[in-house]
């Protein structure tokens, strides 16, 4: 929930208790000179007073609504031989970035790494050198980055997908077809 809609649950909730207490009040003929209606005399004066107190309970209640956050997960667990091992995302991370940075082709190199149901899911965002087949970099980088792990932290892989951003600088000065004969 943003800020934005917390603001709202908050005004919302606050005319709510507001509207529930004014109601509890007609229901119990509180004298309020602009309010003698129907709703004070008997038994409609009870059904308003249960109807107000309902009210304000639930406005109450989403005064002090919490969102409860599942505790964030940014490590995978690992059983050892003298107990659990806990690795981090940001060491998942470094892992996959340095296999994958060392790959032929690749100008730069991220890894954003996700909890899935069967093991981890890593995406790869890799901008690639000018004149280098894609499909074939983005499988060997899938294949490396996803047996350097599992054969260094023994944590299962689920899947890999990989987002080529961009061509990169291969530091030398690229030609560009100008669509003349020259």
Excluded: C
């Amino acid at each position: 929930m943003n800020l934005f809609d917390r603001l709202l649950l908050f005004i919302l909730s606050v005319l709510a208790l507001v509207l529930g207490v004014a109601v509890v009040l007609v229901g119990a003929a509180v004298p309020i000179s602009w309010v003698q209606m129907e709703l004070t005399r008997q038994p409609y004066n009870i059904v308003t007073m249960v109807v107000g107190v309902v009210t304000a309970l639930i406005a109450i209640r989403f005064l002090f609504f919490r969102r409860r956050r599942d505790p964030k997960v940014d490590s995978v667990m690992v059983s050892g031989d003298h107990g659990p091992i806990r690795i981090t995302y940001d060491t998942l991370i470094q892992l996959a970035n340095r296999r994958g940075s060392q790959l032929r082709g690749v100008s730069t190199f991220e890894t954003i790494v996700r909890q899935g149901q069967g093991g981890l899911i890593l995406t790869l965002r890799m901008r690639v050198l000018p004149d280098i087949d894609i499909a074939a970099l983005a499988k060997e980088a899938q294949n490396a980055v996803k047996s350097y792990l599992e054969e260094t932290t023994h944590v299962p892989v689920e899947r890999i997908l990989v987002q080529v951003t961009e061509l990169g600088d291969n530091n030398r000065s690229m030609r560009v077809w100008s669509g003349s004969g020259a």
